[in-house]
């Protein structure tokens, strides 16, 4: 058997990311891998369980047996407790997924968060590395944060870094029921939606608005003005409150330099003496999650 070779696993709520890594070096390479929907009939915690196991299985047989696996869960996540305390995507409330996966899996598990997990990733070997604190804020259906305080992420048990769902002060109502949530109207989904409804055209997520602005279309410009003036007043706060060196932004909505630019114009304008983070585009994409998941899986084996 290979003596660094682990499993990890990022199951989201269409898509079951599984890979192999080797974990030698300080960052993990890629072995193997597969992207499968995620399977849900009758319990989803069971059947998330067991296509866990058996993605691993297949995994392993292809490229040898590995040392650890690690599983990272979308929602509200108790790492310490082990349970998936809630996912609206996966469906599942108070699930001891951990003691779930390691009754299927023969090695031992690092379970986890994904956001979270995608933030250490980018913390360790990404665009924070080198940094003491930094938040880790993807923009995509949803917005979250995951945030790693002077070197230790900080998870209040999984309850810590709503960030989607601070009031940035207007009057659109979020799907938590709230009104001013950064989510409603900067998240990737809520830009498509928003653009839609002012113009009638069809718009899925970010890119057709994006390209719609850059193209002078001033109801693009307006949708994404708006968007880019709540995640600055969202960072803003992060700044004044936890003073993170750097904010890595994630999601395809800051693949463009422009945008980051925009935000980092409007961050730094209303910090007048607090110290104005740096802003980064994540360097990991959508292996952030998976990435984690390994070291978190690696970290289980460090001094056996
Ligand atoms: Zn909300």
Redo the contacts with the bound molecule.
């Keep these: 058997m290979h003596p660094t070779l682990v499993a990890a696993i990022d199951v989201g709520g269409t898509t079951v990311k599984a890979a192999v890594y080797e974990t030698a070096g300080e960052r993990p390479e890629l072995v193997a891998g597969s992207r499968t929907a995620t399977e849900l009939s009758g319990s989803p915690a069971e059947s998330v369980a067991y296509q866990v196991a058996r993605l691993v299985g297949e995994l392993t047989a292809a490229v040898g047996p590995v040392r650890a696996a690690g599983v990272v869960v979308p929602g509200i996540v108790d790492e310490q407790a082990g349970i998936a305390r809630f996912s609206a995507n996966l469906g599942w409330r108070d699930a001891p997924l951990r003691d779930m996966l390691r009754e299927r899996l023969p090695v031992p598990v690092a379970f986890g968060h994904d956001v979270t997990a995608g933030g250490l990733a980018e913390y360790r070997i990404g665009a924070a590395r080198g940094c003491a604190s930094a938040a880790f804020v993807p923009v995509g259906t949803g917005i979250a944060a995951a945030l790693v305080l002077d070197g230790v992420p900080y998870r209040a048990g999984g309850l810590a870094g ?1 960030f ?2 601070i009031d940035v002060g207007h009057a659109l109502t ?5 009104t001013g ?4 109207i900067a998240s990737a989904s809520a830009l498509g939606r928003r653009y839609a409804e002012r113009t009638g055209l069809p718009a899925e997520g970010s890119l057709p608005v994006i390209e719609a602005a850059v193209a002078g279309d001033p109801d693009a410009e307006q949708v994404l003005g708006e968007a880019m003036a709540g995640l600055a007043q969202g960072i803003r706060i992060l700044a004044s409150l936890l003073a993170p060196e750097v904010v890595v932004l994630g999601g395809g909505l800051f693949s463009a330099e422009g945008l980051l630019g925009r935000v980092r114009a409007l961050v730094d304008e209303k910090l007048p003496f607090q110290r104005k983070p740096e802003l980064r585009v994540a360097a990991l994409g959508d292996e952030a999650g998976c990435l984690g998941a390994a070291l978190l899986a690696a970290d289980l084996l460090v001094g056996t």
């Design positions: 709503e989607g769902h979020c799907g938590c029921g709230a949530c950064l989510e409603a």
